[in-house]
């Protein structure tokens, strides 16, 4: 039984989002949708957290704040890019000031598309991450054991 | 009681003295705005009271004219006067607030004075067609009109606008030694294009993802 | 006498929903001054009225900012229509005002549970969520989106709203009222509550008028600037409208105009609703705005006054559109706000403007 698959704690940051995508982020920890009853909550310390929530775009302010704190949090982590702005830049991809998608700064994990992204699109992108966060920390595991 | 809405001119000398009179007159400054135009820069300040709303608008200020600040009097413009150094290149003395050109880091120099070889086109259309008369011009702009519409309708904007290029490029206007800059513009058009055809796509995907995860969530 | 320390305070910050960085200048636990910086939200989507046209551009004005989206398309499309001279049927009016007071109503619970998670009561937070995932699902069910809604259009709107679904709004509406007026006395009458927000961050009258100040932060220190007194499109039909104003100036005047803004919204919904006119929702919009026409226009958000304007030059694409929001007028008044606070006050005090940072950048 992998300790990974239960209870994540979630870091949630906003690079350049309108917002709605956040909003939606939280909604999913409130009373409506309820991950909390899972133990996933919202930390504000990379060092404490396994899931990096990413919500908007990147641009050139930002992009050393999202790599600085994807680079604090420690192994094994999984990024989720939440929104389609997260994703590819989504509506604003031409706009002057917008780099791209999450993609651009850290590797990113899971997708989860929708302007803004449903809830129930990122509980669906938390399970799936932590799939990949087990078979991260069994890699990682099995790396330590043969060194 | 509605709101009353005036545009009046003002002249760039007259600014501080406009803003300390208003203060005494009991008006709040509501913002300041800079719009890029072909003689230079426009800048609009804009004062309420109750429910009037004077907005005025200083024409044409060129690169390297000095603008007074008017943050003495109304300390909440400095948000709008950094943003006009930075995105407009406005120069403007005396700002309380000065970040220096460091309120945006930005990838480009001024980003909101240029203007797509695209956009540039259209606008000096519009504005040829507007000085050849009001009714020959008219009678031609609503057939062109029609035809953009049209095309537009039928989600053909590329040809829409490839036939604009098309009319410009045999337009006898153009100087012999604007060859190169048209080369640029239509390498420039194509990337512009190649955009806009993008847009499209990105949404009927993003409505795809959205109805799936409405259809499950349901 | 201590020495002074600079302390950085986000973008990154478990009560911060959005990107702000704050340098404060702190003195023994005491905040001397406080430098904003901002610019980690700037898209530089003003430029993009080049590459969408007047009609498409609405989509971009949408997504300025998630929790005031309604009021951007609303603000949007008006501005745009006083340019070309258009007259929409009185029916899209009253929808709009409809969609915009219930804007209004979740965007304060919001923010009363952010500010409720700022001073570490939780459970009140998720409170307040829990009451606004009913009004997202009045929203889901007119407009089809919880959060986007693209139901406004130059001309008027895109949906209607049946008789049935009126019925609902006023059930929903009146249900949320015992459970909303639990919440107003937590956080107008708990003890502990009042320990954080009375007399904190307090700003005078006079302060405010100076710093320009809008919306319900301005509105606690008795300023009196609600844009909706002046009775623009359906507000007109109001029968008595009286801007909520407190004279206090602290953070618990912040909350409480607020949290009676919410009452004050719904009670206009269910008159707008009873007044209601039939007819089309919306008219036809060909042709493109005149060369050299400028329109400005105002608009109450739930954060305070917008300004908006729009210039044409003749062609599909606007020259200009700017849009002022309320939260880039009101910075300054953080800034006086912030200075002298305790340091633990900070996370209150920076969210009692209510700031829509993603708005102030665009």
């Given at each position: 039984m992998s300790f990974a698959t239960k209870s994540p704690w979630v870091i949630h940051y906003d690079a350049s989002s309108c917002n709605g995508c956040d909003i939606e982020v939280l909604a999913a920890l409130c009373p409506g949708f309820d991950v909390e009853r899972f133990g996933i909550i919202n930390t504000g310390n990379p060092k404490h957290a396994d899931i990096f929530l990413v919500t908007g775009s990147v641009n050139e302010q930002n992009i050393h704040t999202i790599k600085e704190i994807y680079n604090q949090m420690l192994e094994p982590k999984v990024v989720i890019a939440c929104g389609v702005c997260a994703c590819s830049a989504g509506v604003f991809h031409d706009c002057y000031n917008v780099i791209g998608g999450v993609d651009q700064a850290i590797p990113v994990d899971v997708y989860a598309p929708g302007c803004a992204v449903r809830p129930e699109a990122i509980i669906d992108a938390v399970v799936e991450a932590l799939g990949i966060l087990d078979k991260k920390a069994k890699a990682l595991a099995a790396k330590k054991k043969g060194a | 009681m509605a709101l009353d809405i005036d545009f009046l001119p003002l002249e760039l000398e007259e600014l501080p003295a406009l803003a300390k009179r208003k203060k005494k007159a009991g008006f709040r400054f509501v913002q300041m705005l800079c719009v890029t135009t072909q003689d230079g820069i426009d800048l609009q300040y804009s004062f309420m009271k109750e429910a009037s709303l004077e907005n005025y608008t200083i024409r044409g200020v060129r690169p390297g004219t000095k603008v007074p600040s008017v943050t003495e009097t109304y300390i909440s413009a400095f948000v709008f006067e950094n943003e006009a150094h930075d995105l407009f290149g406005v120069e403007i003395e005396g700002?309380?607030?000065?970040f220096g050109g460091n309120f945006y880091k930005l990838?480009?120099?001024?980003?909101?004075?240029i203007i797509s070889p695209a956009q540039k086109a259209a606008r000096e259309k519009a504005v040829q067609e507007k000085a050849a008369g009001e009714e020959a011009a008219g009678e031609e702009a609503v057939g062109e009109e029609a035809v953009l519409e049209k095309a537009v309708a039928s989600g053909e904007q590329q040809k829409a606008a490839e036939a604009n290029d098309a009319k410009e490029e045999a337009?006898?206007?153009?100087?012999?030694?604007?060859e190169k800059a048209d080369r640029t513009a239509e390498a420039n058009d194509a990337k512009e294009e190649v955009r806009l055809q993008e847009a499209p796509s990105l949404g009927l995907e993003e409505q795809a993802a959205e109805a799936n995860d409405a259809k499950e969530g349901a | 006498m201590g020495k002074a320390t600079v302390i950085p305070f986000g973008p990154q910050h478990p009560v911060l929903p959005e990107p702000l960085h704050l340098d404060l200048v702190v003195e023994d636990e005491v905040v001397i001054e406080a430098i904003p910086q901002i610019g980690f939200v700037h898209r530089g989507l003003e430029r993009l009225v080049q590459t969408r046209d007047y009609h498409q551009f609405i989509y971009i004005a949408e997504r300025i900012c998630g929790i005031c989206a309604f009021g951007h398309s609303m603000g949007y499309a008006e501005t745009v229509e006083k340019l070309m001279g258009i007259e929409i049927p009185p029916r899209a009016e009253f929808l709009r005002a409809v969609w915009h007071e219930l804007s209004r109503v979740h965007s304060h619970l919001l923010w009363m549970g952010l500010a409720a998670d700022a001073f570490g009561f939780e459970s009140l937070f998720m409170h307040c969520w829990r009451l606004r995932e009913r009004i997202l699902d009045l929203f889901e069910a007119t407009t089809g989106g919880r959060v986007i809604f693209s139901v406004v259009k130059v001309g008027g709107v895109t949906r209607d709203i049946s008789p049935d679904m009126f019925e609902r709004f006023a059930t929903t509406l009146s249900g949320i009222k015992g459970e909303y007026n639990q919440i107003c006395k937590a956080f107008l009458t708990d003890a502990s509550v009042k320990n954080r927000?009375?007399?904190?961050g307090t700003i005078s009258q006079q302060a405010a008028l100076d710093q320009c100040m809008v919306g319900p932060f301005a509105r606690a220190s008795n300023v009196n600037n609600d844009i909706r007194a002046l009775g623009n499109g359906a507000y007109g039909a109001l029968s008595d409208f009286k801007p909520i104003l407190d004279s206090q100036g602290d953070c618990y005047a912040r909350v409480k105009v607020r949290a009676l803004e919410v009452l004050q919204s719904i009670d206009i919904i269910n008159e707008l609703i009873a007044q209601i006119p039939a007819g089309d929702i919306a008219v036809e919009v060909k042709g493109s705005p005149a060369l050299g026409a400028e329109a400005s226009n105002v608009l109450e958000q739930p954060r305070g006054e917008c300004y908006y304007y729009a210039r044409g030059n003749g062609t599909k694409n606007l020259e200009r559109m700017r849009m002022r929001t309320p939260t880039s007028q009101n910075l300054a008044g953080m800034t006086t706000a912030l200075a002298g606070c305790d340091l633990a006050d900070v996370n209150m005090i920076v969210l009692t403007i209510d700031p829509c940072i993603s708005c102030t950048e665009r």
């Open positions: - | 700002n309380l607030l000065d990838s480009e120099r001024e980003p909101m004075t337009s006898p206007q153009e100087a012999p030694g604007l | 927000t009375v007399d904190v």
